[in-house]
């Protein structure tokens, strides 16, 4: 068998192994349909290039990355929150103007208003803006319908942004992310958590469910009522963990065996604890940090002292994170939440790939793994989360 494509004289970023980053230098790696089919050292090479592969590139000693993986997102959104931002600079807090009616649910009036195509368009030019950071999946959650018709029109949207952009996607249903005005609470919980998270189940349209525990969101019980029905319809979860005020969120995470706990800035060592013994990731945030002026630190030192795998992806979404770009949440991570290059690059790669359950299958440049590349013109790969924009992968390959 001869394989589709190889690559010679390459710096491989394999994320795996115990060397950093899983480096090899003077590398080859290869791909047939779809599959990386060999990573590893030029010389092991199983015979001469022209009778192993169709085709052969010169990689010129450029570095290559499993492709980016962008974990958290809100990509499928109408409108913008800029008039909020205004606020936000006088003084007004995020939750303040939540209470007062804005926040998620003016995003939810816009998102409802906006036409299918509309929709559609915006989300895939957001999906457009990341693969072109080398980013070859993007996790997109819904959250900005808030009733039935809707939460499945963004699932759905979401899958079209992916087939029209061409980038492998990984919805999830984030029925709980704020109350509707005028909308009775328990009524409310009862239908996601049943006909809606059912469809959603039953339909194929997200793996995971989400939801935001929180002062302003939901509580802890009402996020179990959602989870253990998820759980029960053969969802995974995912958890929007103690952003804004500890609620014990990363333990009620851990508890459902959740594929990750995100943001997490005000969780305690019992948290941590928990995820550690559960095998949750933590995704680190550090654009909605940035962006609310956050002061409390997610406990970084702690999530390493447990061997918590951490994560790091954008949030993108228009009012804490209006932010399209993962290598920006990455130079954030390094700088504001103090991760080493080498843990924001399993952040976006083996760890983000973890956090949606891919790991078996992406994520790492092994043989046997999805063929999602990404070949950068950089000297070494802590520059990914070095330079603050312009950095551009100089060719992408993504499977099919
Ligand atoms: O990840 N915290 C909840 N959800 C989003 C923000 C949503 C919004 O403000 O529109 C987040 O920060
Ligand atoms: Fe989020």
């Avoid at 394989?3 to 491989?12: D, E, K, S, T, V």
């Avoid at 962008?70 to 103007?97: P, S």
């Avoid at 969802?235 to 995470?253: C, E, F, I, M, R």
Wanted: charged share 20%.
């Amino acid at each position: 068998m001869k394989w589709n494509q190889l690559w010679i004289n390459a710096r491989l970023a394999t994320m795996v192994g115990e060397v950093p980053y899983g480096t090899i230098e003077d590398a080859a790696i290869a791909v047939h349909e779809g599959r990386i089919t060999y990573a590893g050292p030029m010389r092991d090479l199983p015979g001469r290039m022209a009778d192993i592969a169709h085709e052969v590139h010169d990689a010129r000693k450029a570095w290559i990355t499993p492709g980016l993986i962008d974990c958290h997102t809100h990509l499928v959104f109408a409108g913008n929150r800029a008039a909020e931002f205004e606020m936000r600079l006088q003084g007004r807090t995020y939750e303040e103007i939540a209470r007062a009616g804005g926040g998620i649910m003016s995003t939810v009036r816009a998102t409802r208003a906006a036409t299918d195509t509309g929709l559609l368009d915006a989300t895939r030019r957001r999906l457009e803006v990341l693969a072109g950071e080398g980013v070859t999946t993007v996790e997109i959650k819904s959250g900005y319908g808030l009733d039935a018709e809707a939460e499945l029109r963004l699932l759905r949207t979401a899958h079209a942004a992916g087939t029209a952009a061409n980038l492998s996607i990984v919805p999830t249903f984030l029925g709980l992310h704020a109350l509707p005005p005028g909308v009775d609470r328990a009524a409310f919980i009862a239908e996601m958590a049943g006909p809606v998270l059912r469809q959603v189940a039953q339909e194929k349209l997200a793996t995971a469910v989400d939801a935001f525990c929180e002062g302003i969101a939901f509580t802890p019980s009402e996020t179990e009522t959602f989870f253990a029905a998820a759980n029960k319809a053969g969802l995974k979860v995912k958890l929007h963990a103690d952003q804004l005020s500890d609620t014990s969120g990363a333990a009620l995470a851990a508890r459902f065996g959740a594929l990750s706990a995100d943001h997490l800035e005000y969780t305690n060592e019992n948290g941590v604890l928990a995820m550690a013994k559960a095998g949750t990731v933590a995704v680190m945030l550090p654009a909605a940090f940035f962006c609310l002026r956050e002061t409390r630190l997610p406990p970084i030192d702690l999530l390493r002292r447990h061997g918590v795998p951490m994560a790091v992806a954008s949030d993108c979404n228009p009012g804490t994170a209006p932010m399209v770009s993962l290598l920006g949440a990455m130079a954030m991570a390094a700088t504001l939440f103090r991760m080493t290059p080498e843990e924001i690059l399993k952040g976006v790669t083996v760890n983000a790939a973890r956090a949606l359950g891919l790991d078996t299958d992406r994520g790492t440049l092994e043989a046997g793994k999805r063929a999602d590349l990404a070949i950068w013109p950089i000297e070494h790969p802590a520059e990914l989360s070095y330079w603050l924009g312009g950095l551009r992968p100089q060719a992408v390959i993504r499977s099919r």
